[in-house]
């Protein structure tokens, strides 16, 4: 039997983005339908915040999906951390922790 390749989760960002480029909506349509700021919408197609309880309940009503498809997609990415923290988490802190003790 083949092994299967486990995918890295995508921001959940990623998917308004592509629906939107789809149905040729603009993220300043989108945030005025859901009467949420621009920047929120932006932020979060890209992958620079997360989607909040009223995001997700906003998002699903729009897209006619669940709040829950939204929330657990953004799960997915949290789960994800350690994994980064695992691989890239420690030289990070230490070349912060280098910047701060430069800098003081």
């Given at each position: 039997?083949?092994?299967?390749?486990?995918?890295?989760?995508?921001?959940?960002?990623?998917?308004?983005?592509?629906?939107?480029?789809?149905?040729?909506?603009?993220?300043?349509?989108?945030?005025?339908?859901?009467?949420?700021?621009?920047?929120?919408?932006?932020?979060?197609?890209?992958?620079?915040?997360?989607?909040?309880?009223?995001?997700?309940?906003?998002?699903?009503?729009?897209?006619?999906?669940?709040?829950?498809?939204?929330?657990?997609?953004?799960?997915?990415?949290?789960?994800?951390?350690?994994?980064?923290?695992?691989?890239?988490g420690?030289?990070?802190?230490?070349?912060?922790?280098?910047?701060r003790?430069?800098?003081?």
């Amino acid at each position: 039997m083949p092994q299967r390749r486990k995918l890295p989760p995508i921001h959940p960002g990623e998917l308004p983005k592509d629906e939107l480029q789809e149905i040729n909506v603009s993220l300043n349509e989108l945030a005025r339908v859901l009467r949420v700021p621009t920047n929120r919408i932006s932020a979060i197609v890209h992958g620079e915040r997360t989607i909040t309880v009223d995001t997700a309940m906003r998002l699903a009503r729009y897209f006619g999906t669940s709040p829950q498809y939204w929330l657990n997609l953004q799960m997915r990415t949290i789960w994800r951390l350690p994994i980064e923290l695992q691989s890239r988490g420690k030289c990070f802190l230490e070349t912060q922790l280098e910047r701060r003790s430069v800098h003081t």
